[in-house]
C-alpha cells in the first residue's frame, strides 16, 4: 500500500478541512502522545485533526535518551505498576508495533564491589526480564571482571568487580513519532505542523475548539471540534491558561541533557548503565557514535529553547570518566541536545524523584488533558486520553486497537529485510545503504528508492553528512511533512547532533535540495540556513564551536 504524502500539497487541503469541517476530535500538540492520540482516535472510527505549532517531536520527543524501556531505576522505588506497564509496551513496540524502529539494545551494568551489590541489582534485574515476558529479549547474564573487561575495555578495572549485561531497546524519537502521525494520516487523520493554537473556542463554559493560526501563511483558522485533547507536554501550563479555569495539574520541567562522541572514543560493544550521586548515566550506542546522558535538574525558564551550559557537560563529562580508562574530553563532543521532561510535580522539589506516571483530565467541559508519563508508555497515555473523551461521546465509541496496530512501514519490513540484496542489487546501491534505509523507514523505503530511481543524482550521499543520501533530504519534505532545513537536518536526518560542525556543512547542499520542492527563494535559503546556523549555535552554547557555513553548495 502507497503511503499518504504528506508533502505541501497535503498540508493545504488539510488547512482547509481544518477551517471547514467539524471533527469529533482535536488534538493539540504533536509530540508522540499528541501523535499517539490521534491515532488511537482515528482507529477507533473517530474524525481527527491534530496540529503541532512546530514540527513533529521539536520539543521533548525529539531530545529524549533514545530508549524504548521499562526504568530499571524504577525498581528501586516500587514503582512497579508503571515497569510492568512499560516492560509490556516495549515487547509490543519490538515485536509486533515498529520492528522496523524500534530494536534490542545491550547495556552493562557495572558492580562496584559492595558484598550484598550483586545479590540485590540481580534481584531486581531477574524482575525486570520476567515483568518484560517470556522470550521478549534475551535475559541477563552475570559476568566476572575479566568478563566485564572483555566485553567493555574501554571501563577502568578498578571501577568494578563485576558486571550484570542485560537488554533493553532503543529508537530514532523524532523519527517514530512523525511515523505514528503519518499512520495516523494514513487512517484518515488531518495532520498539519507550523498551525499553533491562540485559544479554544467556548460555548458558554464548554470548549468546542480552538483557533489555529497557520504560522507559514499568517492566516488564523477556527477549527470545530466535539472534544479537544491537550498533549502538549511541558507546554501543559500555558494550554490550561487559556482555559481560564483552575489548572487540573502542574507539569514540572526536568532538564535532560546528552551529548555525543564518536564511537571509537569508548571501545566497547556494550551500552553501559551506572549510577550517579544524582540519577543514573547511560552511554547508549547510537550508529557511529554514543549518547552519554543523562542530568536530571529542575527548568524554570521558558519550555521552548533549553539549551546545556557549560555545568552540564562537565558534569556528564566527569561522570563518564570516573568509570572510563582513556577520560573524554570536550574535544571529544560532536553534537550535544538538551530536552525538558514534563513530570507531575508535587511537594518534592528533587525532579530526579517525581514520578513518571501520566494523568488524564478534564478540567473545563469539552477539554480533554493529558500529561506526564514516558516516550515508551505513550500509547497507554493516548488510550486513556481517547477513553476520556469517549465517555463525554453520545455516540459508543470502540475499545482502542493500538495494540494490534503496526505503525506505517513495519507492514512487509520483514520481507524487504531478506531481500535487501537484492534490492541493492536492483537500485545500484551498496547493501549497507539499503540495511540503513529499512531501519529508518521499513517498508516505506521502496517509495525513496523509487526517488532515486527517478532521478539517480539522488542515490548520492549528502555533502558533509555522508551517513544519509539526498534522497532522504527529498523525500523529508514530499512525504514526510519537513517545511523547513531544521526539520530535516535536526529531526529526519539527525545530522545536528551526529556532525562536529552540527550539520553546517551540509546546510547548503540540502536547502538547495529543498528550494524547488518547497518554492524557495535565493533570499528564503540563505534565511533557512542563517537560522539553522544560529539554532546550532544556541543549542551548543555550552559545547563545541560551529563554523560559518558556506553559503551555497560545493
Given at each position: 500500500?502507497?503511503?499518504?504524502?504528506?508533502?505541501?500539497?497535503?498540508?493545504?487541503?488539510a488547512?482547509?478541512?481544518?477551517?471547514?469541517?467539524?471533527?469529533?476530535?482535536?488534538?493539540?500538540?504533536?509530540?508522540?502522545?499528541?501523535?499517539?492520540?490521534?491515532?488511537?482516535?482515528?482507529?477507533?472510527?473517530?474524525?481527527?485533526?491534530?496540529?503541532?505549532?512546530?514540527d513533529?517531536?521539536?520539543?521533548?520527543?525529539?531530545?529524549?535518551?533514545?530508549?524504548?524501556?521499562?526504568?530499571?531505576?524504577?525498581?528501586?522505588r516500587?514503582d512497579?505498576?508503571?515497569?510492568?506497564?512499560?516492560?509490556?509496551?516495549?515487547?509490543?513496540?519490538?515485536?509486533?508495533l515498529?520492528?522496523?524502529?524500534?530494536?534490542?539494545?545491550?547495556?552493562?551494568?557495572?558492580?562496584r564491589?559492595?558484598v550484598?551489590e550483586?545479590?540485590?541489582?540481580?534481584?531486581?534485574?531477574?524482575?525486570?526480564?520476567?515483568?518484560?515476558?517470556?522470550?521478549?529479549?534475551?535475559?541477563?547474564?552475570?559476568l566476572?571482571?575479566?568478563?566485564?573487561?572483555?566485553?567493555?575495555?574501554?571501563?577502568?578495572?578498578?571501577?568494578?568487580?563485576?558486571?550484570?549485561?542485560?537488554?533493553?531497546?532503543?529508537?530514532?524519537?523524532?523519527?517514530?513519532?512523525?511515523?505514528?502521525?503519518?499512520?495516523?494520516?494514513?487512517?484518515?487523520?488531518r495532520?498539519?505542523?507550523?498551525?499553533?493554537?491562540?485559544?479554544?473556542?467556548?460555548?458558554?463554559?464548554?470548549?468546542?475548539?480552538?483557533?489555529?493560526?497557520?504560522?507559514?501563511?499568517?492566516?488564523?483558522?477556527?477549527v470545530?471540534?466535539?472534544?479537544?485533547?491537550?498533549a502538549?507536554g511541558?507546554?501543559?501550563?500555558?494550554?490550561?491558561?487559556?482555559?481560564?479555569?483552575?489548572?487540573?495539574?502542574?507539569?514540572?520541567?526536568?532538564?535532560?541533557?546528552?551529548i555525543?562522541v564518536?564511537?571509537?572514543?569508548?571501545?566497547?560493544?556494550?551500552?553501559?548503565?551506572t549510577?550517579?550521586?544524582?540519577?543514573?548515566?547511560?552511554?547508549?550506542?547510537?550508529?557511529?557514535?554514543?549518547?552519554v546522558?543523562?542530568?536530571?535538574?529542575?527548568?524554570?525558564?521558558?519550555?521552548?529553547?533549553?539549551v546545556?551550559?557549560?555545568?552540564?557537560?562537565?558534569?556528564?563529562?566527569?561522570?563518564?570518566?570516573?568509570?572510563?580508562?582513556?577520560?573524554l574530553?570536550?574535544?571529544?563532543?560532536?553534537?550535544v541536545?538538551?530536552?525538558?521532561?514534563?513530570?507531575?510535580s508535587?511537594?518534592?522539589?528533587d525532579?530526579?524523584?517525581?514520578?513518571?506516571?501520566?494523568?488524564?483530565?478534564?478540567?473545563?467541559?469539552?477539554?480533554?488533558?493529558?500529561?506526564?508519563g514516558?516516550?515508551?508508555?505513550?500509547?497507554?497515555?493516548?488510550?486513556?486520553?481517547?477513553?476520556?473523551?469517549?465517555?463525554g461521546?453520545?455516540?459508543?465509541?470502540?475499545?482502542?486497537?493500538?495494540?494490534?496496530?503496526?505503525?506505517?512501514?513495519?507492514?512487509?519490513?520483514?520481507?524487504?529485510?531478506?531481500?535487501?540484496?537484492?534490492?541493492?542489487?536492483?537500485?545500484?546501491?551498496?547493501?549497507?545503504?539499503?540495511?540503513?534505509?529499512?531501519?529508518?523507514?521499513?517498508?516505506?523505503?521502496?517509495?525513496?528508492?523509487?526517488?532515486?530511481?527517478?532521478e539517480?543524482?539522488l542515490?548520492a550521499?549528502?555533502?558533509?553528512?555522508?551517513?544519509?543520501?539526498?534522497?532522504?533530504a527529498?523525500?523529508?519534505v514530499?512525504?514526510?511533512?519537513?517545511?523547513?532545513?531544521?526539520?530535516?537536518?535536526?529531526?529526519?536526518?539527525?545530522v545536528?547532533?551526529?556532525?562536529?560542525?552540527?550539520?553546517?556543512?551540509?546546510?547548503?547542499?540540502?536547502?538547495?535540495?529543498?528550494?524547488?520542492?518547497?518554492?524557495?527563494?535565493?533570499?528564503?535559503?540563505?534565511?533557512?540556513?542563517?537560522?539553522?546556523?544560529?539554532?546550532?549555535?544556541?543549542?551548543?552554547?555550552?559545547?563545541?564551536?560551529?563554523?560559518?557555513?558556506?553559503?551555497?553548495?560545493?
Amino acid at each position: 500500500m502507497t503511503s499518504v504524502a504528506l508533502g505541501p500539497q497535503y498540508r493545504a487541503d488539510a488547512l482547509r478541512d481544518l477551517a471547514e469541517t467539524e471533527f469529533d476530535v482535536l488534538v493539540v500538540g504533536g509530540g508522540v502522545v499528541g501523535a499517539g492520540v490521534a491515532l488511537d482516535a482515528i482507529s477507533r472510527g473517530l474524525s481527527v485533526a491534530l496540529v503541532e505549532a512546530r514540527d513533529w517531536a521539536a520539543g521533548t520527543s525529539g531530545r529524549s535518551s533514545k530508549l524504548i524501556h521499562g526504568g530499571l531505576r524504577y525498581l528501586e522505588r516500587r514503582d512497579f505498576g508503571l515497569v510492568r506497564e512499560a516492560l509490556r509496551e516495549r515487547g509490543l513496540l519490538l515485536h509486533r508495533l515498529a520492528p522496523h524502529l524500534v530494536r534490542p539494545v545491550q547495556f552493562l551494568y557495572p558492580l562496584r564491589g559492595r558484598v550484598w551489590e550483586r545479590a540485590y541489582v540481580s534481584a531486581g534485574v531477574t524482575l525486570y526480564d520476567s515483568m518484560g515476558g517470556a522470550r521478549s529479549l534475551p535475559r541477563h547474564r552475570q559476568l566476572t571482571r575479566r568478563g566485564a573487561l572483555r566485553e567493555a575495555p574501554a571501563l577502568r578495572s578498578n571501577a568494578l568487580v563485576g558486571a550484570i549485561q542485560y537488554y533493553d531497546a532503543q529508537v530514532d524519537d523524532a523519527r517514530y513519532t512523525m511515523m505514528v502521525a503519518r499512520t495516523a494520516a494514513q487512517y484518515g487523520a488531518r495532520v498539519a505542523t507550523r498551525a499553533e493554537v491562540t485559544g479554544f473556542l467556548r460555548e458558554g463554559e464548554r470548549v468546542t475548539g480552538a483557533r489555529v493560526l497557520d504560522l507559514e501563511g499568517g492566516r488564523e483558522i477556527a477549527v470545530r471540534a466535539r472534544r479537544v485533547v491537550c498533549a502538549t507536554g511541558v507546554w501543559t501550563d500555558g494550554a490550561q491558561a487559556m482555559t481560564g479555569a483552575r489548572a487540573a495539574f502542574g507539569v514540572q520541567a526536568s532538564k535532560g541533557v546528552h551529548i555525543v562522541v564518536p564511537r571509537d572514543r569508548i571501545p566497547m560493544g556494550t551500552g553501559l548503565i551506572t549510577r550517579t550521586e544524582r540519577s543514573v548515566l547511560f552511554i547508549i550506542p547510537w550508529g557511529r557514535h554514543w549518547l552519554v546522558g543523562t542530568t536530571d535538574t529542575p527548568w524554570d525558564e521558558g519550555p521552548d529553547e533549553p539549551v546545556a551550559d557549560h555545568t552540564d557537560i562537565g558534569y556528564l563529562l566527569e561522570q563518564a570518566n570516573t568509570v572510563l580508562r582513556t577520560p573524554l574530553t570536550r574535544a571529544d563532543i560532536e553534537g550535544v541536545y538538551a530536552g525538558l521532561r514534563p513530570l507531575l510535580s508535587g511537594e518534592i522539589d528533587d525532579t530526579a524523584r517525581l514520578s513518571r506516571e501520566h494523568a488524564v483530565a478534564e478540567p473545563v467541559p469539552g477539554l480533554v488533558m493529558v500529561t506526564g508519563g514516558k516516550f515508551t508508555t505513550y500509547r497507554v497515555m493516548a488510550r486513556d486520553a481517547v477513553d476520556a473523551v469517549a465517555e463525554g461521546l453520545d455516540d459508543s465509541v470502540p475499545a482502542s486497537v493500538t495494540a494490534r496496530l503496526p505503525i506505517l512501514g513495519a507492514a512487509g519490513f520483514e520481507v524487504l529485510w531478506n531481500e535487501r540484496r537484492r534490492l541493492a542489487s536492483g537500485s545500484g546501491l551498496h547493501v549497507a545503504r539499503i540495511e540503513h534505509l529499512l531501519r529508518r523507514y521499513g517498508s516505506c523505503a521502496r517509495e525513496v528508492l523509487d526517488l532515486v530511481a527517478r532521478e539517480p543524482a539522488l542515490g548520492a550521499p549528502v555533502p558533509g553528512a555522508e551517513d544519509y543520501l539526498c534522497a532522504e533530504a527529498v523525500y523529508a519534505v514530499t512525504h514526510e511533512g519537513a517545511l523547513h532545513l531544521e526539520d530535516v537536518l535536526a529531526r529526519r536526518l539527525r545530522v545536528s547532533i551526529e556532525a562536529w560542525d552540527g550539520g553546517v556543512a551540509a546546510a547548503a547542499r540540502v536547502a538547495d535540495l529543498l528550494a524547488p520542492r518547497l518554492g524557495w527563494s535565493g533570499e528564503d535559503v540563505a534565511d533557512e540556513i542563517k537560522r539553522y546556523v544560529l539554532r546550532v549555535r544556541s543549542e551548543r552554547r555550552g559545547g563545541p564551536a560551529v563554523a560559518d557555513p558556506p553559503l551555497t553548495a560545493a
